[in-house]
């Protein structure tokens, strides 16, 4: 397990703490509506960190082709339909372009700066010419509206437990997720970033905010500077 990060409950879990069998259940939310408005139809797309495909296989029926990143074997056995690599993202260097890179489940609060810059060099590298970067944020009380839980119409529940501070700006968040008939909780760290800090990280990069595509900036189409 990396150092910061911890998961328990039933089934595989990644060197992240996420378990491989909670992520095959959680439903598929608003998502694939949010990217598909934001790019061209049929876009050939990179998605990283995809899990076991809950974006993914929505992706596929509306048309995209996929390759799809995850560090994890065991999440991306889950996935079909897609071209499949097992890779860190922060070293992934395919010598391809596409017309979308995707980074989403919050990925950019990574809590070691360097991993997040890899990251967001990594969109840069691998997205195409007229291209764009989609990334999901963190919502903006997402480390300070605390406890807090959310009851999915599906029947399980979300909690937020915790976010304590270890230093240099980054913090352990808690999460807990429970099921009728099972229990998964998952320790990792994430650094807060502002609305200034974000865009600040993307400039560093090679990369500007096109637009956020959604009413409280959670998800954001960049584009590379000079686009």
């Not at 070293?91 to 979308?100: I, N, P, Q, R």
């Not at 609060?109 to 990594?122: A, N, P």
Request: with cysteine.
């Amino acid at each position: 397990m990396r150092d910061g990060y911890e998961g328990t409950g039933p089934g595989a879990i990644t060197p992240d703490g996420c378990a491989v069998e909670l992520y095959a259940r959680l439903p598929v939310g608003d998502e694939p509506d949010i990217i598909t408005a934001a790019v061209p139809a049929g876009a050939h797309m990179l998605e990283l960190g995809c899990g076991v495909g809950r974006m993914t296989h929505p992706l596929l029926e509306r048309g995209f082709t996929v390759t799809a990143v995850d560090e994890s074997a065991e999440m991306l056995e889950r996935v079909h339909g897609a071209r499949t690599i097992c890779s860190p993202i922060e070293t992934l260097d395919l010598g391809e372009k596409f017309d979308v890179v995707m980074l989403a489940s919050f990925l950019v609060h990574s809590g070691d700066l360097e991993v997040r810059r890899r990251m967001l060099d990594v969109c840069r590298s691998h997205v195409a010419d007229g291209g764009c970067v989609l990334i999901q944020r963190e919502g903006e009380d997402y480390h300070t509206n605390l406890p807090r839980e959310r009851v999915d119409p599906s029947g399980f529940t979300i909690r937020m437990l915790s976010a304590e501070p270890v230093g240099d700006g980054v913090n352990s968040v808690r999460a807990e997720y429970v099921f009728p008939d099972a229990v998964w909780t998952q320790t990792f760290l994430a650094r807060p970033l502002t609305k200034e800090e974000f865009e600040e990280a993307l400039g560093e990069a090679g990369l500007k905010v096109d637009r956020y595509l959604t009413e409280d900036r959670v998800w954001v189409r960049a584009v590379p500077v000079g686009a």
